[in-house]
């Protein structure tokens, strides 16, 4: 047996099909009335009566009566499904914008599908949810503009795959907006960090800093590795190397590279060249070896000549020829090789494991 509230919603569905079409509006807005009053008392089934007669009385009302009612049931936890998920595939915005912003009657499904056909606006109402599963947000940074990105990003409770965090990071080059805001995710996977680091600008990077003060020796670390990374694969590929390199292996073919080949390079002043077979000799990548000639500091270098075993007087024309390329006084050079004298092998490994250890992704 229906109860009172059942039987007055049976009373104005049939009062409703024998009025004219031009008080649609009047019916619904009287009904609409009606569940919001009582809205956290009704049962499902109950929602779904109303669902029924919410639903017929929707067809074809203009586009102002339709904002109203979205405006009005989006705030609403147990609003009608069916009314709810129709309002969020209107093709008007205002329609469907508090509902795919507000609503928590919307599923997965309904939002992914709204997010691949609807415009940008209907985009950015749904970046605003206060919870944003990840198969909805891989489909807002793919189609997103900017303004839909950066509204993504900074929405504490949006999820993002791993696949959406690659997106955001192949954005973030040359936009320090995006850069900034994707930096900033405290769940963002280190791998995708890492290349975050080598799109961002030095900006960017000295932002990152300051909002994780805590972290920020760890980033400074993270931006030398990438860094270093990054110019190994630009030094690698350069002119002068690829010429240094063809150089070395015409002089040392059918012969391994020696000390005195490196001798030679140092003595006639052959700085790519000494790179070169400096590299091979030490088993290090070039950008590392060209890094550690023109940094200021000489810890690294000292370490590199003791880890590949060379003697004091080819330590010397290296240190020669780094004076030309470096502010390096004889003085310097003279210090160099004392402390290079002292220094332990199995201290110099530790140094050079310490600058050249690899970048490990999580």
Request: charged letters at 25%.
């Given at each position: 047996?229906?109860?009172?509230?059942?039987?007055?919603?049976?009373?104005?569905?049939?009062?409703?099909?024998?009025?004219?079409?031009?008080?649609?509006?009047?019916?619904?807005?009287?009904?609409?009335?009606?569940?919001?009053?009582?809205?956290?008392?009704?049962?499902?089934?109950?929602?779904?009566?109303?669902?029924?007669?919410?639903?017929?009385?929707?067809?074809?009302?203009?586009?102002?009566?339709?904002?109203?009612?979205?405006?009005?049931?989006?705030?609403?936890?147990?609003?009608?499904?069916?009314?709810?998920?129709?309002?969020?595939?209107?093709?008007?915005?205002d329609v469907a914008g508090p509902v795919l912003t507000q609503s928590e009657r919307l599923n997965e499904a309904v939002l992914v599908a709204a997010a691949r056909i609807r415009g940008q606006?209907?985009?950015?109402?749904?970046?605003?949810?206060?919870?944003?599963?990840?198969?909805?947000?891989?489909?807002?940074?793919?189609?997103?503009?900017?303004?839909?990105?950066?509204?993504?990003?900074?929405?504490?409770?949006?999820?993002?795959?791993?696949?959406?965090?690659?997106?955001?990071?192949?954005?973030?080059?040359?936009?320090?907006?995006?850069?900034?805001?994707?930096?900033?995710?405290?769940?963002?996977?280190?791998?995708?960090?890492?290349?975050?680091?080598?799109?961002?600008?030095?900006?960017?990077?000295?932002?990152?800093?300051?909002?994780?003060?805590?972290?920020?020796?760890?980033?400074?670390?993270?931006?030398?590795?990438?860094?270093?990374?990054?110019?190994?694969?630009?030094?690698?590929?350069?002119?002068?190397?690829?010429?240094?390199?063809?150089?070395?292996?015409?002089?040392?073919?059918?012969?391994?590279?020696?000390?005195?080949?490196?001798?030679?390079?140092?003595?006639?002043?052959?700085?790519?060249?000494?790179?070169?077979?400096?590299?091979?000799?030490?088993?290090?990548?070039?950008?590392t070896i060209e890094r550690a000639l023109l940094q200021e500091r000489t810890e690294l270098l000292l370490s590199i000549f003791k880890t590949a075993g060379l003697l004091w007087s080819d330590?010397?024309?290296?240190?020669?020829?780094?004076?030309?390329?470096?502010?390096?006084?004889?003085?310097?050079?003279?210090?160099?090789?004392?402390?290079?004298?002292?220094?332990?092998?199995?201290?110099?490994?530790?140094?050079?494991d310490y600058h050249c250890r690899p970048v490990r992704s999580k």
């Amino acid at each position: 047996m229906l109860n009172g509230q059942e039987s007055l919603i049976r009373d104005i569905e049939s009062a409703v099909a024998k009025r004219p079409a031009s008080h649609r509006a009047e019916s619904l807005r009287y009904v609409t009335d009606l569940f919001v009053a009582q809205a956290p008392n009704f049962t499902e089934e109950q929602v779904s009566l109303f669902d029924d007669v919410i639903a017929r009385l929707a067809v074809q009302i203009e586009v102002s009566a339709r904002v109203l009612l979205a405006q009005r049931l989006a705030v609403i936890p147990n609003a009608p499904p069916k009314v709810v998920n129709s309002l969020a595939a209107d093709e008007e915005i205002d329609v469907a914008g508090p509902v795919l912003t507000q609503s928590e009657r919307l599923n997965e499904a309904v939002l992914v599908a709204a997010a691949r056909i609807r415009g940008q606006g209907h985009l950015l109402a749904i970046s605003r949810r206060k919870k944003i599963a990840t198969s909805i947000t891989d489909v807002l940074v793919e189609r997103g503009d900017k303004t839909v990105v950066l509204s993504a990003v900074a929405n504490a409770g949006a999820l993002f795959s791993n696949s959406g965090f690659a997106i955001l990071v192949q954005r973030s080059d040359g936009d320090d907006q995006i850069a900034s805001g994707v930096g900033l995710r405290s769940e963002m996977p280190r791998h995708h960090f890492l290349k975050l680091l080598t799109v961002a600008s030095e900006s960017v990077r000295t932002k990152l800093e300051r909002a994780n003060p805590q972290a920020a020796e760890e980033i400074r670390r993270v931006v030398r590795e990438v860094t270093n990374k990054t110019q190994a694969q630009s030094i690698a590929s350069s002119y002068e190397y690829s010429r240094a390199r063809k150089v070395v292996t015409e002089r040392c073919i059918g012969d391994r590279i020696s000390s005195s080949d490196l001798s030679e390079f140092a003595t006639t002043g052959k700085f790519e060249e000494t790179v070169v077979v400096l590299s091979l000799l030490a088993n290090m990548p070039v950008a590392t070896i060209e890094r550690a000639l023109l940094q200021e500091r000489t810890e690294l270098l000292l370490s590199i000549f003791k880890t590949a075993g060379l003697l004091w007087s080819d330590v010397n024309l290296v240190l020669q020829l780094r004076a030309r390329n470096h502010a390096m006084s004889m003085a310097d050079v003279e210090q160099c090789l004392a402390s290079y004298e002292r220094l332990k092998v199995t201290t110099a490994k530790l140094v050079v494991d310490y600058h050249c250890r690899p970048v490990r992704s999580k």
